[in-house]
């Protein structure tokens, strides 16, 4: 239940976050496990400073020290920052420094309402959530049953399943739903062909608008997401990409001029430089490597009434599928 609202205690049940010189661990709060025969043991999770008894978790402060056979750790609330660093891989996932530009660019609030495909192993989930409750809800889509299923799983261990709502469904193929159409403030798509989802975030967002991102890692599925956002009537189309680069800040000794002989007429009286000194100081340096491309983020506003103004037609020959790989096809009726 952690995740829901900041607390002081661990609590059983609870996902604590173990910090534990420079590496983090998510650690399900369970006094007892089951073993490969399915019996129940007691839980204790082994660590590079050794063993940690979870139970003597419970009880214990968000941020206090914990005592492990060879060393200790501290214990920390969970965040979906610390989430998206610890959570179990069934796919590849969206970082921090993405899904804060994801965040902003969507315009969302709480209140919101956002629908994201696929869910994937739910890390931009998490912090789309945080974002848009208690009032706001977010619909996540999968077409692979069992990440959907196992991500609804966790979303409920962590106490914040109230706020998404998960489906296993195929969104390229059979769109967000009818329900949904008109709903969205937002439309969120990490999938391998995004321009084929546009026709269907068109459909989903409200009347009065709303945003579309998507996150590409190749150049050329932007290119086709970006006609295809111009074909559906999307507006201020841009793409951006995020490289967050971290400046190590550490202490460095250098030899410092004494430049005072300056101030003196060399003319009148020669004064001899005198000898450098060293000096400490503390100084940011830049790494030595670039940091590594993730993806490209393209970002659109879907302009006011444009759903209403847009009307189903079929596509005019078979060859004409770069927008829509079902067939139907809505185009934007220019006279409206
Ligand atoms: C890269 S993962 C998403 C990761 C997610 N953004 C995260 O941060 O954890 C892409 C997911 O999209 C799902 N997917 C691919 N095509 C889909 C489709 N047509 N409809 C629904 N989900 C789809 C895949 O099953 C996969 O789980």
């Not at 994937?120 to 848009?132: E, K, M, N, Q, Y």
């Not at 991102?213 to 201020?236: D, K, W």
Request: aromatic content about 8%.
């Amino acid at each position: 239940m952690s995740f829901r609202s900041y607390k002081d205690k661990i609590e059983e049940g609870d996902t604590a976050i173990l910090y534990l010189s420079n590496n983090l661990y998510a650690i399900d709060v369970q006094p007892e496990m089951k073993n490969k025969k399915g019996e129940l043991i007691e839980n204790v999770y082994q660590t590079p400073f050794g063993a940690l008894k979870v139970k003597t978790l419970i009880g214990a402060e968000y941020g206090s020290r914990v005592e492990l056979s060879k060393g200790w750790g501290h214990v920390l609330q969970p965040t979906p920052e610390l989430w998206s660093l610890t959570l179990p891989h069934r796919t590849q996932i969206i970082y921090t420094p993405d899904i804060s530009m994801i965040m902003l660019q969507l315009d969302l609030v709480p209140g919101s309402i956002v629908l994201e495909a696929g869910t994937g192993s739910g890390s931009l989930t998490h912090a789309l959530i945080r974002r848009v409750r208690p009032h706001g809800h977010v619909h996540t889509f999968d077409f692979h049953e069992h990440r959907s299923k196992v991500a609804q799983e966790e979303f409920m261990e962590h106490g914040i399943a109230d706020f998404v709502t998960a489906k296993h469904r195929d969104v390229l193929a059979d769109g967000f739903g009818e329900e949904l159409n008109g709903k969205a403030d937002a439309v969120f798509l990490d999938l391998p062909s995004p321009w084929v989802g546009v026709p269907h975030a068109l459909a989903a967002i409200k009347d009065q608008g709303g945003r579309f991102c998507s996150f590409s890692p190749c150049i050329e599925q932007v290119q086709r997401t970006c006609l295809a956002l111009q074909e559906y009537g999307f507006q201020e189309i841009s793409t951006m990409e995020v490289l967050q680069t971290e400046i190590k800040v550490s202490r460095r000794t250098v030899p410092v001029r004494d430049l005072s002989f300056l101030k003196q007429k060399s003319s009148t009286s020669p004064v001899e430089e005198k000898p450098s000194s060293e000096t400490s100081y503390v100084v940011g340096t830049w790494p030595q490597s670039t940091p590594g491309h993730t993806g490209y983020l393209t970002v659109a506003t879907q302009p006011p009434y444009a759903r209403s103004k847009a009307k189903k037609s079929k596509p005019e020959n078979d060859d004409d599928k770069s927008s829509s790989e079902n067939g139907d096809k809505m185009v934007i009726d220019e006279t409206v």
